[in-house]
């Protein structure tokens, strides 16, 4: 199956310092799938929201209340992890301006990333990164794209060893520096790793997950569906007959419904700016999840389309 690929680098931006304000406690929804985070045990559901692209809306205020209402269907249907990085541009700042909006929902997970070549930029990076949140501070801080990754990883353990931080990470995507990324799970005392995985691209099944199991470390599985690519392609193709077998009533929950099948995955960060679209992936957080079996017939479904 031909999926066309595509990849953009957006600017960084640092914006003015934002007040803190109080969390706001919500119920957690009954039925949605969560996994431990092998290093402390606590429970994470397995859909999260990625912000790459989706979230880089500038100070457009109408799409900014678009953002804004996809994270209060985020946090209603039960999500918690949102993840975003300097790189994403305005992304910051309007999941700022979103959780401002909704009160500081407390059960957010926030995962960011350190990206920046100069380790003595680090902490300002973060600093700023903080501001546009509007948290004190971050659950999960990750190196981007392995970025510097022998300078920051210290500073970063430092700072969860000081309470500054919760979880510690490394990230990578498009299945690059995947041996860099395996040296660093195998040395570090790192708690989660972030790397591509969708039902097309399974590189991390070989090395990369299984090392995860052996040293536990979460996993966060990034670009699902190939930034829409892949749902962009199969939107015309027949669903299989026998979709109900897998949890799944569309193609966006039968890719997530892969993905999370994986006892290794952790947790899967799809991105959207539609509040349909949010609701139908954490609707893959719940029922059922396919077996071994049922994994393969689904990539050999896809593939021979």
């Known amino acids: 199956m031909a999926i066309t690929r ?11 310092l934002l007040p803190f304000a109080p969390r706001l406690a919500l119920g957690q929804p009954a039925g949605i799938l969560t996994r431990p985070i092998p290093s402390s045990g606590e429970p994470i559901p397995v859909v999260g929201l990625g912000t790459w692209i989706t979230f880089n809306v500038g100070d457009d205020p109408v799409l900014m209340e678009e953002c804004a209402a996809v994270m209060a269907a985020f946090f209603e249907g039960g999500g918690r992890m949102i993840d975003s990085s300097p790189m994403y541009s305005s992304s910051q700042p309007t999941i700022g301006y979103g959780l401002r909006k909704l009160g500081y929902p407390e059960r957010l997970f926030s995962a960011e990333k350190v990206w920046i070549s100069d380790p003595g930029q680090g902490g300002a990076q973060i600093a700023a990164s903080r501001a546009h949140w509007g948290v004190d501070k971050f659950d999960l801080m990750q190196v981007h794209n392995l970025v510097s990754w022998e300078e920051h990883l210290p500073v970063l353990l430092e700072m969860k060893a000081a309470g500054q931080l919760r979880y510690v990470g490394i ?40 090392l995860a199991r052996e040293k536990r470390i979460a996993v966060i599985a990034n670009r699902p569906f190939r930034e829409g690519d892949l749902i962009r392609e199969l939107e015309d193709e027949p669903l299989p007959g026998w979709l109900t077998e897998t949890g799944a009533r569309n193609w966006a929950q039968f890719l997530l419904k892969f993905i999370i099948s994986h006892p290794a995955v952790t947790c899967v960060i799809p991105a959207t700016t539609r509040v349909d679209h949010v609701r139908e992936n954490l609707e893959a957080a719940g029922g059922t999840l396919p077996g071994e ?10 593939e021979a389309l």
């Open 6 to 16: 595509r990849a953009t680098v957006q600017g960084l931006g640092i914006g003015a």
């Open 171 to 210: 990230t990578t995507s498009e299945g690059r520096r995947h041996r860099e990324i395996e040296k660093v799970m195998a040395s570090q005392p790192i708690d989660f790793v972030q790397a591509t995985y969708n039902i097309l691209d399974r590189e991390i099944e070989s090395r990369i997950l299984p």
């Open 293 to 302: 079996k049922l994994r393969r017939r689904m990539i050999d479904y896809v």
